[in-house]
């Protein structure tokens, strides 16, 4: 029976780690501990249970269900798991997040080094309108590199966990650790002062700001990619493939937190510097002028554009591996063509890429953490379709509510869903949400037996 050396679960740690570390893996916690200041430890403790636990316990109902999502979402039905599948896959991948990879490295990496193009007039990009047709031009060159050297390296998803694993992630690790290292041994300042929200609990601020790396969504995604990298080296136990996977989430989810930690406390010891930043990306920018001079732009645009690459490495693998699986088409075909509808879908740029995708991934993710919930739970229930099938649509409308929201779409409504405890931030889903699960329990208590005894006793 084949098995993985020590050497060989490492990279495939690495691998799963570079999958989730995106540019809003690095950015939001830049600004949650800005916002957090003095309380940025409880806010990271917060932040660590949604952004770090939802992402492994999502690996690890995956790993448990083969690492697909067809045994997943059998509970809704086929046909009702086939439109949540794609439309995670869609959404994560070539219509949204894939094309966001390409034009946030480019907003944080690249525009500071425009004023050395040669065709640039430095003494225009002042000018709003000058500056946004250089960056349109500017984009279009580098979104085409981006997506051409993403394409190579996703043509032969056999080499997953040695081109990730063992070639990217290096890379993308000695960057992250001399930002780390720095943040912690040459911090900017003393920490900040608490803002508004975050004096009122800073944990539970900092929990709901874990939601926004969006990663239970990416999860259900490169569930697939991590069991197939074991499967490509020859594993076929299943129970090797689960345990495997199970460990693979755990690095990167160490990884994932180490990261973290680093980057609030770089946040929070900023504000001297940094106080007037609009975003994470603008705090990092100024940490790194500040700490590394000129030479900190590229220490910032290398680890930017590696987090990116990376993730759009792995979200277009798993697109191209569940399409093939599911048409029949060709994997490389599949991938030539996502790869070239998220390099087209890029070229929108960063700001309406934003306000088209973030109602829609806002609206999808309830949705994947209440399915993975229930599915680590499948234990519990009797009859899992009575139980599955009412939490969800519940928790579909109410997702549908907050995708509006998100939208500003807020006349669409009803005034007491936004008075909803959690509505403001999304997340006033729970409370019905749960409410339903409670009563599906009951009912699954006692009816889910005679159920069981129907389906199997009247099969049509």
């Not at 279009?140 to 990217?168: A, E, Q």
């Amino acid at each position: 029976m084949n098995r993985l050396s020590g050497y060989e679960v490492l990279a495939l740690g690495f691998m799963t780690f570079a999958l989730f570390l995106g540019a809003g893996n690095i950015i939001v916690p830049a600004e949650v501990g800005m916002k957090a200041g003095a309380a940025s430890w409880a806010a990271c403790l917060g932040f660590l249970i949604t952004a770090v636990s939802m992402p492994l316990l999502t690996v690890i109902a995956l790993a448990r269900a083969g690492g697909g999502m067809a045994i997943l979402t059998s509970p809704v039905g086929r046909v009702a798991g086939l439109v949540f599948a794609v439309a995670i896959y869609l959404a994560i991948g070539p219509f949204f997040g894939t094309p966001r990879t390409a034009a946030v490295s480019f907003e944080i990496g690249i525009t500071p080094f425009l004023k050395y193009l040669p065709f640039v007039n430095t003494e225009q990009l002042v000018e709003k309108d000058y500056l946004a047709q250089v960056s349109s031009i500017a984009l279009w060159g580098y979104s085409s590199l981006y997506f051409t050297i993403v394409f190579c390296l996703v043509i032969n998803p056999k080499k997953m966990v040695d081109r990730l694993g063992k070639l990217l992630t290096p890379a993308l690790l000695l960057g992250l650790l001399i930002l780390g290292i720095s943040a912690i041994a040459a911090p900017a300042g003393a920490l900040g002062p608490i803002t508004e929200r975050y004096q009122e609990n800073a944990m539970l601020s900092g929990f709901l700001d874990g939601y926004l790396t969006m990663d239970a969504l990416a999860a259900l995604v490169f569930g697939l990619v991590i069991a197939n990298a074991v499967r490509s080296k020859g594993i076929t136990d299943k129970k090797l493939i689960t345990g495997y996977c199970i460990v693979a989430g755990v690095i990167g989810a160490v990884g994932l937190s180490l990261v973290y930690l680093a980057l609030i406390n770089l946040g929070a010891s900023s504000y001297a510097i940094a106080a007037d930043a609009a975003n994470g990306g603008a705090i990092l920018a100024a940490y790194v002028q500040y700490t590394f001079g000129d030479l900190g732009n590229v220490l910032l645009a290398s680890v930017i554009i590696l987090a990116c690459m990376t993730t759009a490495v792995g979200l277009i693998t798993a697109c191209g591996e569940y399409f093939a699986e599911l048409t029949g088409m060709s994997y490389r075909l599949i991938v030539l063509l996502v790869t070239l509808f998220s390099w087209l879908v890029s070229n929108v740029g960063l700001t309406d890429l934003l306000a088209f995708s973030i109602p829609v991934l806002v609206g999808l993710y309830p949705l994947s953490v209440v399915l993975v919930l229930l599915s680590l739970a499948h234990k519990l229930w009797r009859y899992p379709p009575l139980v599955f099938i009412p939490t969800l649509l519940v928790t579909l409308v109410f997702g549908i509510f907050d995708a509006f929201v998100a939208a500003k779409w807020d006349f669409l409504v009803p005034d007491f869903i936004q008075a909803l405890w959690g509505a403001e931030q999304q997340m006033g889903w729970v409370l019905p949400v749960s409410f339903t699960l409670l009563m599906m329990l009951i009912l699954d208590r006692a009816f889910g037996q005679h159920l069981i005894k129907s389906k199997f006793s009247n099969p049509n």
